[in-house]
Nanobody
Framework: QVRLVESGGGSVQAGGSLRLSCVGSGFTANQYCMSWFRQAPGKEREGVAGIGGDGSRTYRDSVRGRFTISRDNAKNALILEMNSLNPEDSGMYYC????????????????????WGQGTQVTVSS
């Protein structure tokens, strides 16, 4: 049974940092595209960053240079290091797994993702 469990969210002031983790079970995480999405109240869910089963990385323009996505293969986990946070980064952050082995990630749609975690809340105050 595939499961994704996020952690690491919290409340920080603008300019601060957080490290999100998503631990997968029931599959080998580094064989699949794994991405982070976020959703703020009243807004649509949007892709933040992804790391493909082919090793490629993709980022949303607004986070490039501030966020870093990586894997911890020993823990079968996906990591998101977030620096220089601003209030626009606030929202519920979700981890998602792609449906195809060794595929790249697309942040443009949800149809490529088969499994989702429950989310972890990030709140950035000004």
């Amino acid at each position: 049974q595939v499961r994704l469990v996020e952690s690491g969210g919290g409340s920080v002031q603008a300019g601060g940092s957080l490290r999100l983790s998503c631990v997968g079970s029931g599959f080998t995480a580094n064989q699949y595209c794994m991405s982070w999405f976020r959703q703020a109240p009243g807004k649509e869910r949007e892709g933040v960053a992804g790391i493909g089963g082919d090793g490629s990385r993709t980022y949303r323009d607004s986070v490039r240079g501030r966020f870093t996505i990586s894997r911890d293969n020993a823990k079968n986990a996906l990591i998101l290091e977030m620096n220089s946070l601003n209030p626009e980064d606030s929202g519920m952050y979700y981890c998602a797994r792609g449906s195809r082995l060794y595929d790249h990630c697309s942040l443009l749609g949800f149809g490529d993702y088969t499994y989702w975690g429950q989310g972890t809340q990030v709140t950035v105050s000004s």
